[in-house]
């Protein structure tokens, strides 16, 4: 089995320097985009007061931060690597949120079971997780997502991504070919054919979001 994200990840994290000593992880890029992805977001979250699961919560920053925003909703956060899933907890203890514990879930097999007695989500989203996991985890997400989302319900990525074999922006393009020097089943994953995958699966693309620094959210609505 190939892990998706830890060895990655691990780069851009780290402790938060607090007087707790607790578990809880920081990163930069959370403060740098935290503001753009719920603005993008808010127009599906605002009048929702049913599930969300986030696929790869990371640090769980973002997590807690949409919790905080959105206290109508139940989070359940998920991540592989279980110094993530601490973090997550952790921030949320501190934070005094009313959040699920976050699963420990590999995102490259059949998680929907991981999930099963929860089901009926409304929401599915991961951000920055799937140019840095083998493309088992795009190829099964949609197959995932259709057992536990409701009939109208959402799956959202949000990252970096191609379209065809251009890249949006020089930056997106070296970053790209650095993922793969590092692990050649990592990469920026073509939008296109993401939208091809979905169609297969009974979810129709319902938006593109164009985000700064050359990212973007992608929406996709269960039809079925």
């Not at 991504?161 to 890249?167: H, L, R, S, T, V």
Request: glycine share 6%.
């Amino acid at each position: 089995m190939i892990k998706p994200t830890s060895s990655h990840a691990k780069n851009y994290r780290r402790t938060l320097n607090n007087s707790k000593n607790d578990s809880r992880l920081t990163t930069d890029v959370f403060y740098r985009n935290k503001d753009p992805i719920v603005k993008a977001l808010t127009p599906y979250l605002e009048e929702l007061d049913g599930q969300v699961l986030e696929i790869g919560s990371g640090t769980g920053q973002h997590l807690i931060n949409f919790a905080q925003k959105f206290p109508n909703i139940t989070w359940q956060g998920s991540d592989l690597d279980e110094i993530h899933c601490k973090s997550t907890d952790a921030w949320a203890k501190d934070q005094s949120l009313n959040i699920l514990k976050t699963l420990k879930l590999d995102a490259s097999t059949d998680w929907a079971n991981t999930v099963e007695h929860l089901k009926d989500f409304d929401l599915i989203f991961s951000m920055n997780v799937i140019h840095i996991a083998p493309i088992s985890v795009i190829n099964g997400f949609f197959e995932n997502a259709n057992q536990i989302l409701k009939k109208g319900g959402l799956t959202i990525f949000y990252g970096p991504f191609k379209k065809g074999n251009n890249y949006h922006g020089e930056g997106n393009k070296i970053f790209d070919h650095k993922l793969k020097r590092e692990n050649p089943n990592w990469g920026l994953r073509c939008m296109n054919n993401i939208i091809k995958l979905a169609k297969v699966t009974d979810f129709l693309h319902n938006k593109t979001i164009e985000m700064p620094a050359n990212n973007h959210v992608l929406v996709f609505k269960k039809l079925n």
